[in-house]
Nanobody, 121 residues
Framework: QVQLVESGGGLVQAGGSLRLSCAAS????????MGWYRQTPGKQRELVAS???????NYSDSVKGRFTISRDNAKNTVYLQMNSLKPEDTAVYYC???????????????WGQGTQVTCSS
């Protein structure tokens, strides 16, 4: 089994910064893409940012220039540095990994438990 544990959420004023972390543990052979999604009540979960094993990044238009995703493969960890936060960034943030648990296994999706980010105006 694979577990993803998130940390770093909280309450911040508009213009402030937060850094999210998500570490994977368990039976891990290889991790491909990592990413962050967010969700607000009544809305679908949306992609915020993703990073490939080769460090190619992708961002939603709403966070480009403000958020930075990075990864530490040695620690099986992905980070999301969030700067210039806005009230509309308020959401539950979920990390997402594509993990292979054995050399012969296909990659499967795993999700973190979610961490609340609240930005007040």
């Amino acid at each position: 089994q694979v577990q993803l544990v998130e940390s770093g959420g909280g309450l911040v004023q508009a213009g402030g910064s937060l850094r999210l972390s998500c570490a994977a543990s368990g039976s891990i052979f290889s991790i491909n893409d990592m990413g962050w999604y967010r969700q607000t009540p009544g809305k679908q979960r949306e992609l915020v940012a993703s990073i490939t094993r080769g460090d190619i990044t992708n961002y939603s238009d709403s966070v480009k220039g403000r958020f930075t995703i990075s990864r530490d493969n040695a620690k099986n960890t992905v980070y999301l540095q969030m700067n210039s936060l806005k009230p509309e960034d308020t959401a539950v943030y979920y990390c997402h990994f594509l993990v292979s648990t054995h050399w012969y296994s296909a990659y499967r999706t795993y999700w973190g438990q979610g961490t609340q980010v609240t930005c007040s105006s």
